[in-house]
Nanobody
């Protein structure tokens, strides 16, 4: 059974950092691309970043480039999203997903349950 479990969310002041983790199981790390999505209240879910660990390809949403970094650790079957210089507009529920790389993102097949990130002013 494929499982993705996010952790690391919380409440932080603007300008601070958070590191989200996505622990994956039920498949060989690298068989799927892993992506982070987010959904803010009243908005549609959007892709934030994705990683194809097999070939090291990464993509980032324009608004997070230079602030967020996606990191894959095959030894721990975990993908991290390091978020620096957080802004209020980064407030959302963050989800990780596994799927097939397509264009600048992935076609998700499996989802985690989400973790809340709240950035205060």
């Amino acid at each position: 059974e494929v499982q993705l479990v996010e952790s690391g969310g919380g409440l932080v002041p603007a300008g601070e950092s958070l590191r989200l983790s996505c622990a994956v199981s039920g498949f060989t790390f690298g068989d799927y691309a892993i992506a982070w999505f987010r959904q803010a209240p009243g908005k549609e879910r959007e892709g934030v970043s994705c990683l194809s660990d097999n070939d090291g390809i990464t993509y980032y949403k324009d608004s997070v480039k230079g602030r967020f970094t996606i990191i894959g650790d095959s030894a721990k079957n975990t993908v991290y999203l390091q978020m620096d210089s957080l802004k209020r507009e980064d407030t959302a529920v963050y989800y990780c997903a596994a799927g097939t790389m397509y264009g600048g993102g992935i076609v998700p097949e499996f989802w985690g349950q989400g973790t809340q990130v709240t950035v205060s002013s």
